[in-house]
């Protein structure tokens, strides 16, 4: 694949707060890829250092060949679709698309042609005359994508676009994002919070926090294969554990010894631990390869049951389309596919034991929280 950008040791401060650390990302022509991450961890400054609206205090940002650091955002390659679609209310549908081709002096036909093929991609055949405020929150999307598109940028960049749509619509703008990426065969660089959304629309996940990469991959080797615990608690749920390697192919944890797939490690080599909660099987007490824990709590959740087990004061989740009372003793049983081995890290510790549901429970009906204090560390920081 042809490189189109490549980020060379981005850093960026603000004041005493660095939000990236010497960053290093290069994305591939035609690619599909989201910046994935919590609020504070610097995705969305990354995607304004592509854009020209933030200057990196040292680094290099490479677009096609070139160093554009010192190319204003309106001389770049690229649009932005932001959160808030920042649609000009006081134009139709039809003028809001026609706005950068006006801009860029195009002939009144190649107008034309433009916002019709944009319509037609979008979806909105025959909205031309509707005002902006007369739409639905999925409807002004497909116009703010569309007047991106009609710029014919090689690069699209999106912040969170879908953040203000209602579930159901979300999920249905994910599949047209996807679609329309494919259709016109540019760079979409997507950034986001919310892990489902990155793994069903992306062919390449970065996960970031603290300002660095954690992990670049498919999304598939992120789920699969998370090299720390930070990735493996932030991509689904995830039972993080202290284990030993006693050698090669073979761990414990939890009081029991275990056969995995992982080597190479030293023996006797203390490490991190993953099972997914949905590779666990319930059995009897007393298999082998199984731990034996108490039921603690049981959540209904449409398609399974989230089982809280406490394994000798840790506690596990299983998900099991199988119903289990609380207080019940049971067996837990883990395949050798279903163990995930990884170095420990500054996170080790940190995730995978779930005792804080229940903890987070207790105090809920009590919590209160500042919206907008929050809003405004996550500006300060990302």
């Not at 707060?17 to 290093?24: G, R």
């Not at 060949?65 to 920042?86: E, L, S």
């Not at 390869?289 to 603690?296: E, F, H, M, R």
């Amino acid at each position: 694949m042809e490189k189109i950008i490549d980020l060379r040791n981005i850093t960026v401060k603000y004041g005493d707060n660095t939000v990236l650390e010497d960053l290093n990302l290069y994305i591939n022509s035609k690619e599909f890829i989201t910046l994935l991450g919590p609020s504070g961890c610097g995705k969305t400054t990354t995607l304004r250092v592509i854009a020209g609206f933030v200057e990196p205090d040292s680094g290099e940002v490479v677009f096609e060949g070139k160093v554009i650091n010192d190319v204003p955002p309106h001389k770049r390659r690229v649009n932005t679709i932001f959160q808030r679609y920042a649609l000009f209310s006081h134009m139709n549908v039809y003028d809001n698309i026609a706005f950068g081709p006006e801009i860029q002096k195009k002939s009144r036909k190649e107008i034309d042609q433009t916002v019709s093929e944009m319509l037609e991609l979008v979806n909105l055949k025959g909205f031309e005359k509707r005002s902006i405020d007369s739409l639905s929150g999925g409807q002004q999307q497909r116009v703010a994508i569309a007047r991106a598109l009609a710029n014919k940028p090689h690069v699209l960049l999106l912040d969170e676009p879908l953040g203000a749509l209602d579930l159901k619509l979300r999920k249905d703008m994910q599949k047209e994002l996807k679609a329309i990426q494919k259709r016109m065969g540019i760079t979409f660089i997507y950034v986001t919070h919310d892990q489902e959304e990155a793994l069903s629309m992306s062919d390449t996940v970065v996960v970031m926090d603290k300002g660095k990469i954690q992990q670049i991959g498919t999304p598939e080797d992120i789920y699969n294969e998370p090299v720390n615990a930070f990735v493996a608690d932030f991509i689904g749920e995830s039972n993080i554990v202290d284990a030993v390697m006693l050698d090669d192919y073979k761990v414990t944890f939890g009081g029991s010894v275990f056969k995995c797939l992982d080597f190479g490690f030293e023996k006797n080599e203390v490490v991190d631990a993953v099972v997914r909660p949905e590779d666990i099987k319930i059995v009897e007490i007393g298999k082998p390869a199984s731990l034996t824990g108490k039921i603690t709590s049981v959540t209904f959740k449409g398609v399974h049951f989230e089982i809280l087990v406490d394994v000798k004061g840790f506690i596990w989740m299983i998900q099991t389309t199988e119903y289990h009372e609380v207080g019940k003793s049971i067996g837990m049983y883990i395949e050798p596919d279903a163990i995930h081995i990884m170095k420990r890290s500054e996170y080790s510790g940190e995730f995978g034991d779930y005792s804080y549901f229940s903890d987070e429970m207790d105090h809920i009906s009590d919590a209160t929280y500042n919206w907008e204090e929050e809003e405004n560390e996550a500006k300060s920081f990302d």
